[in-house]
């Protein structure tokens, strides 16, 4: 296989000479001393808007003259994120890149539609929003972005990126990896054998090809380490593992070979932990009250050769780095923590070693890594009827009588023949059902929502529900309009051999373009690998709790969580705040628990799995989600309520589990 890369400028290039100067000066500078809180971007002073490096293919910086690890940054974790994240991490101190994550299913999803309704967008456009008050600070100080804002239509995100560049006087070069779309090859795999069935319950995908909008599949970091190589600045991509964002930049920069398992495995726990943006640095922590409000810091990876990272903030930033911030992230959206699949490697986080390394610093180590399979999971998007959501105010006293008439005066009305219907008061159970206190509000919304194939008795539902407004019970309040009808789009998950998949790198630098194909297929070892899943507890050790004086106390007592979704399954990770705590959890907290205090909201079986490393249990709850993304008419159809919900279990704790177990413990 070749390699990629741009022409490398010569002495007669337009700036050539100005470049070595920026690089002399660059060199003398790398260690400048802080001036008001600010390190001086790396890069050459006062560098001429049009003289910027035509290429760094000549220009790939050693770790050997930088140290020995490399510094990556966070600004995204997904579409909508804080917008001045970006600029804050680029002038906040030295760091080598910045990875952007703006995709999930249902991101997929949104951005299919606005392509369909326009085909120049298809793309996180916030992403170049972002970027362009930094690129003059991005280019001259050798940082290298990397982010999936490609979505579906890769290419008018480079175009639009290259505009601004332009206007700025900046010429930069913008990779773009293709190759995830499989869209207009679905008949093709299809005819090849390739089922493309449904990952949950086996179903064919030719039950509902005729309604398929998009396919793709997941790349992983080899292509974004080829780019870099090839001497990219910014590297834009579509459907991506998350954790290739940051696993790209080392295996390039460290040179971490492609059968490296534990150093793949490695990068892919960093790039886990630095997906989700602030929530590795205090966001939507359990112990929220002890985390610092204003100007969250967004999360920074130092990672060492050997896989090693410290997590840490820009310094003088708001939130908070500690074992519990990182043990929360890495329990978030994960399945089976023995095989976290990837294209790259199979990662196991069953015996991660989190530890505190200094003031909002925190080390973490002990990942290990095995072949990944000959599959790679592709995301299929496809027409599933419509759908729409309406809302009014209600106040009390007497709410959840009044909520139910309103209920009850609705479906008389529209009858109850719909694919699926729902009627809640936001306030009340809404999103941990029967989990929840039985505790009437003084105020709540009620939210009444459907979905059909039949756009016309969707239709009908949102004509008919604000017509209640002077015919309901009293104090009703109407807002937001009337419900607005959309077409609903499902989630697809399924497998594809890898070897039909081609990934591809383009690179573009004013009117220079490279083009590069590349293998999908894995090194030699693919495999299918997993852990074994517990879903009971340890009777002995239960009966043995049972005998000594115990105390009741909510889980939260001693221990802290946070959950996710896949598709229609949704994750509780459980991690103790002490190893007693943990030894107690490991004996009493089955499966059978949290499908019995989750009985009204999960529709499948759940799972347990056991990370002793982090001293955490993990449940998967298969079906709770209600369809999951854009198809489910829950309030909280991405289960991001559910670990709070979890946290108020009542347990008969003893009280030496409790006595070793400070209640602000982080395990």
Not at 8 to 36: I, L, M, N, W
Not at 614 to 642: P, Y
């Amino acid at each position: 296989m070749r390699t990629l890369s741009l022409p490398p400028r010569t002495a007669k290039s337009k700036g050539y000479a100005r470049e070595q100067e920026c690089q002399a000066a660059e060199a003398a500078r790398r260690d400048a001393p802080f001036v008001h809180g600010r390190k001086p971007l790396r890069g050459c002073p006062n560098r001429g808007r049009g003289e910027v490096a035509a290429s760094r293919a000549s220009d790939v910086r050693s770790r050997a003259g930088m140290g020995d690890r490399v510094r990556i940054a966070n600004a995204s974790g997904y579409w909508g994120d804080d917008p001045e994240a970006l600029a804050r991490q680029v002038r906040s101190g030295t760091v080598d890149y910045v990875t952007l994550d703006f995709l999930a299913e249902i991101t997929m999803v949104i951005l299919q539609r606005q392509r369909a309704r326009n085909p120049s967008l298809g793309y996180a456009y916030d992403f170049v929003e972002m970027l362009a008050p930094v690129l003059a600070d991005v280019v001259h100080g050798r940082i290298r972005i990397v982010a999936n804002a490609g979505g579906v239509h890769v290419e008018a995100c480079r175009d639009r990126i290259a505009a601004v560049c332009r206007e700025q006087g900046l010429a930069p070069a913008i990779a773009i990896v293709c190759g995830d779309d499989l869209l207009a090859r679905v008949d093709e795999l299809l005819a090849a054998g390739v089922p493309l069935a449904h990952l949950d319950d086996g179903r064919p995908l030719a039950t509902v090809r005729d309604r398929v909008v998009a396919a793709n599949a997941y790349l992983g970091a080899r292509p974004i380490a080829q780019a870099l190589a090839a001497g990219a600045d910014i590297v834009v991509t579509g459907r991506t593992t998350d954790a290739a964002l940051t696993l790209g930049p080392l295996v390039h920069e460290l040179g971490w070979a492609s059968n490296d398992w534990d150093r793949l495995a490695a990068g892919t726990v960093a790039g886990h932990v630095l997906e989700c943006g602030a929530q590795a640095t205090g966001g939507n922590l359990t112990d929220w009250q002890r985390t610092a409000p204003l100007d969250v810091g967004y999360p920074v990876a130092e990672v060492a050769a050997d896989g090693g990272f410290v997590v840490t903030k820009p310094a003088g930033s708001g939130g908070r780095v500690s074992r519990a911030t990182v043990t929360e992230q890495l329990l978030y959206e994960i399945a089976d923590p023995a095989a976290y699949l990837t294209p790259d490697v199979s990662a196991d986080f069953r015996h991660l070693d989190v530890r505190a390394a200094g003031a909002d610093r925190v080390m973490v180590s002990g990942a290990r890594g095995r072949p990944p399979t000959d599959t790679l999971k592709v995301t299929v998007v496809y027409r599933d009827g419509w759908r729409a959501v309406g809302y009014a105010l209600l106040s009390g006293p007497d709410i959840l009588a009044k909520a139910e008439r309103l209920a009850a005066m609705l479906w008389h009305r529209l009858g109850t023949d719909f694919t699926d219907r729902r009627a809640e008061l936001v306030g009340y159970r809404s999103c941990w059902g029967a989990a929840a206190p039985d505790v009437e509000p003084n105020e709540g919304i009620f939210r009444a929502a459907v979905r059909d194939p039949d756009r016309t008795k969707v239709e009908r539902f949102a004509h008919t529900l604000l017509g209640f407004a002077l015919q309901g019970p009293p104090g009703l309040g109407v807002f937001g309009g009337r419900p607005e009808v959309q077409e609903a789009y499902a989630y697809w998950p399924a497998l594809v051999p890898r070897d039909l998949v081609r990934p591809r790198v383009e690179i573009v630098r004013g009117d220079a373009r490279v083009v590069d194909q590349l293998p999908a297929a894995p090194p030699d070892g693919a495999t299918s690998v997993g852990g074994e899943r517990e879903t009971r507890g340890e009777p002995a050790a239960a009966a043995a709790i049972a005998a000594v004086p115990r105390r009741r106390v909510p889980l939260r007592r001693i221990a802290y969580a946070r959950s996710g979704d896949k598709g229609d399954h949704a994750n509780i990770g459980v991690a103790a705040r002490s190893p007693a705590a943990f030894a107690f959890l490991r004996a009493v907290l089955d499966a059978e628990r949290i499908r019995g205090h989750f009985a009204d909201r999960c529709g499948g079986p759940v799972e347990r799995y056991e990370l002793p490393g982090l001293r955490a249990l993990n449940f998967v709850l298969r079906h709770a989600l209600g369809g999951g993304g854009t198809v489910s008419l829950r309030a909280d159809h991405q289960g991001k309520t559910l670990a709070q919900g979890l946290l108020t279990l009542a347990l008969d704790v003893p009280e030496a589990v409790l006595a070793a177990t400070p209640p602000d413990g982080e395990g």
